[in-house]
């Protein structure tokens, strides 16, 4: 069974960092990739829809969204087989609840989430 446990989210001021961490279990992030998403459900659509925010894949390839891209950096420890999601220079249009998600085969397997809020 697969499970996908995010943790690391917080409070934190404009400009600050947090670093998310997605412990997996019963997949390995090496052999499937991790990508992490974010959604904002109180804002007006689109931007309440949970959207891409990075991913690595398992080659270790890194692709960013371009809000993020240059202030985020997402790595990954193979022998704990979690996946970091490193967030500096933060902006309250960062504010979200951050989701990982995993794809094996067919089977798409989602974390419960972290909220990360960015506020003075």
Not at 8 to 28: D, E, K, R
Not at 53 to 75: E, L
Not at 86 to 94: E, H, R, T
Request: glycine content about 10%; hydrophobic content about 40%.
């Amino acid at each position: 069974q697969v499970h996908l446990v995010e943790s690391g989210g917080g409070l934190v001021q404009p400009g600050g960092s947090l670093t998310l961490s997605c412990a997996a279990s019963g997949i390995a992030i090496n052999a499937n990739g991790l990508a992490w998403y974010r959604q904002a459900p109180d804002r007006q659509p689109p931007d309440n829809q949970r959207a891409f925010v990075a991913i690595i894949t398992p080659s270790g390839q890194t692709m960013y969204a371009d809000s993020v891209k240059g202030r985020f950096t997402i790595s990954r420890d193979n022998a704990k087989n979690t996946v970091f999601l490193q967030m500096n220079n933060l902006k309250p249009a960062d504010t979200a609840v951050y989701f990982c998600k995993a794809v094996s085969g067919n089977l798409v397997y989602w974390g419960q989430g972290t909220q990360v809020t960015v506020s003075a």
